[in-house]
């Protein structure tokens, strides 16, 4: 094992959870790539009115998906996309290639990255680190329209 | 960056949320392969009478996780089960390896898989995407019986 | 596919919920390697009363992330390490080079194994299966302070 947990957790808010909310948020994509949508969670988590509780994102696809990545450096985003391309290439052999050579390795890098995620919400705002961003990832060569489902409860 | 976000979320719902409800599924699977299990999900949503909310799917194991994948083509699963077995091939070189070759191989896919998932449900209804089914995967050779946790919450 | 649910979902609990409570979790690492705090979770979890509901942890950076593993043999966390290291290696070209050696191969790893992670609570009990334990990931060659945020709600 590498390095140790300090001690104990410490509570933050402990408080009641009356309340959610339900969302849709579609966007547009050019192709390959990640589109940032964090700007948009934190209006909708404050128009919500919810101070403390949990927001969750879900990609209604099986060829785009989430992750929470570095916000600072546009090179890291080329480099995530080259390395998905490396463990999921479309020069590989695929059983399914009805829908062209971008289809199976969109489905794959779709597995390996995920569809859902969930952010806690402390004092009005999502507890994002420093670095953190959210982002929708198209991995079809075409443009599409993607749709993603939030939901945030607490109080 | 490629494409955007477009505009705002549209709030669908907003309401109480004052109910649970737990529950659990037991699976036996035949070995490697994608086992779907949507339709008992949302059979159990719907006996909840839980309308607006989020569901939580989780799995108990370390050699089996979960995905979300097409449902439609079941090429497209033969094809995600050989993406694994390059990613984590049964012939690299472990040191854990006193449980057999699929032993190890079976851990490193339940790592880059995931064994927890959110989805909204929306109206009584999960919202999942035209071509989305919830999948466990099994990684080992031999069959197993596995079981997965439910979490429901909303009104 | 292979293999089959068995029948339906068995309802284990159905309650109110009307209570959450938000958490923090600092921890030191030693560099590269799995950091275990199951014991830290399930302490925060009887401290904050809720028998019944849903833990969902957060890791706050783009360089460490969460997985649930096996928490019995360390050689899996050494095998588990290696795979991460040929998934991503760091000796392959990267745009983002500034930050080190290192640091491009963290966001990969980062985005493969993911930073939230929900895992019901039944019975005042975390429903982990009996060879699941959870873990942070050091991606970085060096030491770092790490923070998980916890929301756990239910009743």
Known sequence: MSGHANGRVETLRATAASRQALGRLAMDTRGQGLV???AE???????SGIQDGLLTVFCRHTSASLTIQENADPDVRTDLMAAL???????????????GPDDMPAHI?????????????????????????VYLVEHRDRPHRREVV???IGE
Chains 1, 2, 3 share one sequence.
């Open 85 to 99: 391309d490396r463990l999921a290439p479309r020069t590989a052999l695929y059983v399914h290639d009805l829908e």
């Open 109 to 133: 890098r779709t597995m390996l990255t995920g569809v859902s995620l969930a952010i806690p919400v402390v004092g009005g705002q999502l507890a994002l680190g420093t670095w953190q961003g």
């Open 36 to 38: 940032e949508f964090t």
């Open 41 to 47: 969670l934190a209006r909708w988590v404050a128009e």
């Open 150 to 152: 939030l939901h945030i």
